[in-house]
T-cell receptor, first 111, second 112 residues
């Protein structure tokens, strides 16, 4: 059965304290892995797409990496405005464009 | 500006009422989706469409129905709302082929 598991469920950081979020997946035939940011009461905001193991993408303080079993979202020197829930989703080769989401990691960055 | 819109943003309605949640996108995307999300939980796909007159049920069983008469418009209808339908409903769209989905702001539905 396809599974997407994110850890930790919640993470509290001090401003400037770098850390990583994990997304583990068991999917046969991965087509792509997606990272989203979701603020309370809003729709998810697209961040990155990763297609193959070894690929990396960066955007400001965020860097996403992909292996054959998991993806990491590295946050360097976070700021309070980085506080949000970060969602990981996978797309299978046999599922068209449909996505399967993990439960997310709720990140809080304290000033 | 290309975007995806959902109305209403918030809806409180009594049991048994018929409701339609609206979703429109101006990005020219062929594919559109409806997700349901409870607080603190993952998104579950309930409906999707790959083009006009094409609709499919998603991974999570839902009593709602959808239609796709125009490319840019993908409304979701509940014929008789129940308290178990209380949730956040998110609409998304994507281009043909492999690509990221772009989400609307969501509709928070409460059925009393």
């Amino acid at each position: 059965e396809d599974q997407v598991t994110q850890s930790p469920e919640a993470l509290r950081l001090q401003e400037g304290e770098s850390s990583s979020l994990n997304c583990s997946y068991t999917v046969s035939g991965l087509r792509g892995l997606f990272w989203y940011r979701q603020d309370p009461g809003k729709g998810p905001e697209f961040l990155f797409t990763l297609y193959s193991a070894g690929e990396e993408k960066e955007k400001e303080r965020l860097k996403a990496t992909l292996t054959k079993k998991e993806s990491f979202l590295h946050i360097t020197a976070p700021k309070p405005e980085d506080s949000a829930t970060y969602l990981c989703a996978v797309q299978k080769e046999t599922s068209g464009s449909r996505l399967t989401f993990g439960e997310g990691t709720q990140l809080t960055v304290n000033p | 500006e290309a975007d995806i819109y959902q109305t209403p943003r918030y809806l409180v309605i009594g049991t048994g009422k018929k409701i339609t949640l609206e979703c429109s996108q101006t990005m020219g995307h062929d594919k559109m989706y409806w997700y349901q999300q409870d607080p603190g939980m993952e998104l579950h796909l309930i409906h999707y469409s790959y083009g006009v007159n094409s609709t499919e049920k998603g991974d999570l069983s839902s009593e709602s129905t959808v239609s796709r008469i125009r490319t840019e418009h993908f409304p979701l209808t509940l014929e008789s709302a129940r308290p178990s339908h209380t949730s956040q409903y998110l609409c998304a769209s994507s281009t043909y082929g492999v690509g990221e989905q772009y989400f609307g702001p969501g509709t928070r539905l409460t059925v009393t």
